[in-house]
């Protein structure tokens, strides 16, 4: 499958694209992952997009391009792909538009996961990421805790809370969603490929994506 998840910080969009790649082989690309590996291993990559990611800003959308250009072209999209978190901005889509017609590729669905607020902010401060930046599981201290002293599951790397999970970045990272980001269900809508999808359990998500993938 070939879809963009959209959806605030929190909405479940990472948990989601994992559960989804385990059906089909397609690769979950999440630009926020691929920004901490940069970050970490403080490449010029990193250290440019650093400071905006811990002020909970966007990190330019030419800084993102460069990225996903030559990402969507690697052999393991030929499969498919879920995309996390890109595009953010009407920029970001216009140009993906144009790419997506350069790889003569069609996306399946836009999915806008739904969430009350109240949860969203209630699941940002209850996470935990696991450090190993080839692992990056996502756990939930209320949902689906690491072991008992803090390990993941998959790999026993430790699991540590994000830097961008301070109160004043998650309030930041809301408000630039708002402004930035929301736009693009309205622009999707009106492309025609938009399927909201209101539930709270992941395993509904899933369900409710791929049925509406095949009903198409
Ligand atoms: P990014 O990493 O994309 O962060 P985000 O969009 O803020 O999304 P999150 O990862 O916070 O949340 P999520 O929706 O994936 O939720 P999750 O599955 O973890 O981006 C970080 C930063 O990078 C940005 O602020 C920006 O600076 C930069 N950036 C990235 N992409 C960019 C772009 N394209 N352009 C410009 N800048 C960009 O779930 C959250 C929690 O809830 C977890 O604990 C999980 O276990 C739990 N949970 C999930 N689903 C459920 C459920 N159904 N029931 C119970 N708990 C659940």
């Given at each position: 499958?070939r879809?963009?998840?959209?959806?605030?910080p929190?909405a479940?969009?990472?948990?989601?694209?994992?559960?989804?790649t385990?059906?089909?082989?397609?690769?979950?690309?999440?630009?926020?992952?691929?920004?901490?590996?940069?970050?970490?291993?403080?490449?010029?990559?990193?250290?440019?997009?650093?400071?905006y990611?811990?002020?909970?800003?966007?990190v330019p959308?030419?800084l993102?391009?460069?990225?996903?250009?030559s990402?969507?072209?690697?052999?393991?999209?030929?499969?498919?792909?879920?995309?996390?978190?890109?595009?953010?901005t009407?920029?970001q889509?216009?140009?993906?538009?144009?790419?997506?017609?350069?790889?003569n590729?069609?996306?399946?669905?836009?999915?806008?996961?739904?969430?009350?607020?109240?949860?969203?902010?209630d699941?940002?401060?209850?996470?935990?990421?696991?450090?190993?930046?080839?692992c990056?599981?996502?756990y939930?201290?209320?949902?689906?805790p690491?072991?008992?002293?803090?390990?993941?599951?998959?790999?026993?790397?430790?699991?540590?809370?994000?830097?961008?999970?301070?109160?004043?970045?998650?309030?930041?990272r809301?408000?630039?969603?708002?402004?930035k980001?929301?736009?693009?269900?309205?622009?999707?809508?009106?492309?025609?490929?938009?399927?909201?999808?209101?539930?709270?359990?992941s395993?509904?998500?899933?369900n409710?994506?791929?049925?509406?993938?095949?009903?198409?």
């Amino acid at each position: 499958m070939r879809i963009i998840l959209l959806g605030a910080p929190g909405a479940g969009k990472g948990t989601v694209a994992k559960q989804l790649t385990d059906l089909d082989g397609s690769v979950q690309i999440s630009t926020g992952d691929i920004l901490r590996s940069a970050v970490k291993a403080g490449t010029e990559l990193g250290k440019k997009a650093q400071g905006y990611m811990e002020r909970g800003e966007l990190v330019p959308d030419s800084l993102i391009m460069e990225i996903m250009e030559s990402r969507l072209e690697e052999p393991d999209c030929k499969k498919g792909f879920i995309l996390d978190g890109f595009p953010r901005t009407i920029p970001q889509a216009e140009a993906l538009k144009k790419l997506l017609k350069k790889l003569n590729l069609k996306l399946d669905l836009v999915v806008d996961l739904d969430v009350p607020r109240e949860v969203v902010l209630d699941r940002l401060t209850t996470r935990r990421t696991c450090s190993n930046p080839e692992c990056q599981e996502i756990y939930n201290v209320k949902s689906k805790p690491p072991t008992a002293d803090g390990k993941c599951l998959k790999c026993g790397w430790k699991v540590v809370q994000r830097d961008d999970e301070t109160e004043e970045a998650i309030t930041k990272r809301l408000i630039t969603y708002n402004e930035k980001t929301a736009p693009l269900i309205d622009y999707y809508k009106k492309e025609g490929s938009l399927k909201t999808i209101s539930f709270t359990s992941s395993q509904e998500i899933v369900n409710g994506i791929t049925g509406a993938i095949k009903k198409k």
